[in-house]
């Protein structure tokens, strides 16, 4: 990656991890596109210094917009845009700047930061597998199952996990702007969703044609309300975790959305292209895999780490640990040696540099634990089997993400007015 396209200060020592950067990040695209519409927030709160200098941002400024789109991308990293988009990126010198992902790079971390347009430390979900005080176990947040769990999520369980958010929704019912969530049939209303809606209403389709369709029959659909309609697309993801991202599988997946979804723009009825903006970006991107670079705590490993930890949460290439009463330092110095130079150990002094001020407090510390096992390039950790999750194929684990590197932290940001940006 082109390192002018968006500078990251590396890590001490490290030229395979970055910080991510606190405030030209995902967490500004929904209350960007939010004020377009009408609602007021603190100019630290949303992207227009950084977008006022491109030509499609000035056409949105003179424009009168009803209805906003926000596309997310699952995993679509600025790199791999950039290697194998076509359409898009023939947008991008005047309808997008390259934007941070936050840390960790994990869909359920990154999916709430977009949705209530705060960072983690916030709105408190820091993490995939981490740990909730209010029921006393390690949560899995995308699909809000313990391992105990043993049908359904949480939520049939009658946890009301909305609690688990440490603060209110964007939108309440009171706020005229309608909100629609368009998300895969398999995942629609369940899991994350249960965190990302005020009510856990959002519609499913079955496929990239059917989404494309039903965000037409949305937008096109008479109202007197202004719209957000906020779409996610987790294939790349998929497919980039099965096939990695220098896969042709991978351009494949990204010039097919992007041709259904550029058919979709060009037939929008001509009044409500002209006022309807999109904002198109990714969560995170990934990070490729490779057997060098993978370390295994065997099972005996895993018998001597109870005597030091109460626990251990996951979010990808992250492992968030929670040290047993005087056994910080031993832990710290346990993983130290077992990781060597292959990632690094962050302790909660240093949470605000990754995360914003405040990381440190007891109430993070307690959710992502006191130590914080981060991979550097291509590397993975397993614990208790190999992580060779498909030996004779290879369609396993490939790649991943959560940590902080260059291809997991920056993701690209498109905007336009859509019958500029599809002219």
């Known amino acids: 990656m082109d390192e002018t396209a968006f500078p990251l200060k590396p890590l001490p020592d490290r030229d395979d991890l970055y910080y991510p950067d606190l405030d030209l990040n995902i967490s500004k695209v929904v209350p960007t596109a939010l004020s377009i519409l009408g609602m007021d927030f603190a100019k630290s709160k949303i992207l227009n210094t950084y977008l006022e200098q491109k ?44 934007i941070s992902s936050v840390f960790p790079t994990i869909t359920s971390a990154c999916m709430v930061t977009i949705h209530q347009g705060s960072m983690p430390i916030k709105h408190g979900i820091v993490g995939q597998k981490i740990r909730f005080n209010e029921i006393g176990n390690i949560v899995d947040t995308l699909t809000l199952r313990t391992k105990d769990t043993r049908f359904g999520d949480l939520t049939t369980a009658g946890v009301k996990v909305k609690s688990f958010l440490w603060e209110d929704f964007l939108l309440n019912e009171d706020n005229p702007i309608i909100s629609i969530d368009l998300i895969e049939d398999h995942i629609a209303n369940s899991g994350l969703s249960h965190l990302l809606h005020e009510h856990p209403h959002s519609i499913g389709y079955s496929s990239h044609v059917d989404c494309f369709a039903a965000a037409q029959r949305i937008l096109e659909t008479p109202t007197d309300h202004p719209l957000l309609l906020k779409i996610y697309i987790g294939s790349i993801d998929s497919i980039s975790h099965r096939y990695t991202p220098e896969s042709q599988a991978l351009e494949d997946e990204i010039r097919s959305i992007e041709e259904l979804l550029f058919k979709f723009l060009k037939r929008l009825d001509s009044k409500i292209a002209s006022e309807t903006v999109i904002f198109i970006t990714a969560d995170h991107g990934q990070e490729i895999l490779t057997s060098d670079k993978k370390i295994v705590v065997t099972i005996e490993e895993e018998e001597y780490l109870k005597n030091i930890l109460e626990a251990r949460g996951k979010s990808g290439r992250v492992t968030h640990l929670f040290s047993r009463t005087g056994k910080h330092e031993e832990v710290v110095q346990w993983f130290k040696e077992k990781i060597g130079d292959s990632g690094v150990i962050l302790t909660p002094d240093q949470y605000p540099n990754f995360m914003g001020k405040g990381a440190n407090s007891s109430k993070v510390i307690d959710r992502i634990g006191d130590v914080q096992v981060v991979l550097g390039k291509n590397a993975a950790i397993f614990f208790g089997h190999s992580g060779n999750y498909d030996p004779i194929f290879h369609l396993g684990l490939n790649a991943t993400h959560g940590s902080l590197s260059r291809n997991e932290l920056v993701v690209p940001l498109l905007f336009g007015r859509i019958d500029d940006l599809v002219k």
């Open 55 to 98: 030509e499609g941002w000035k056409i949105i400024k003179k424009s009168k917009i009803s209805k906003a789109i926000v596309l997310v991308l699952d995993a679509l990293g600025f790199e791999h845009f950039m290697r194998y988009s076509l359409l898009l990126k023939d947008c991008f010198k005047r309808n997008g700047v390259a």
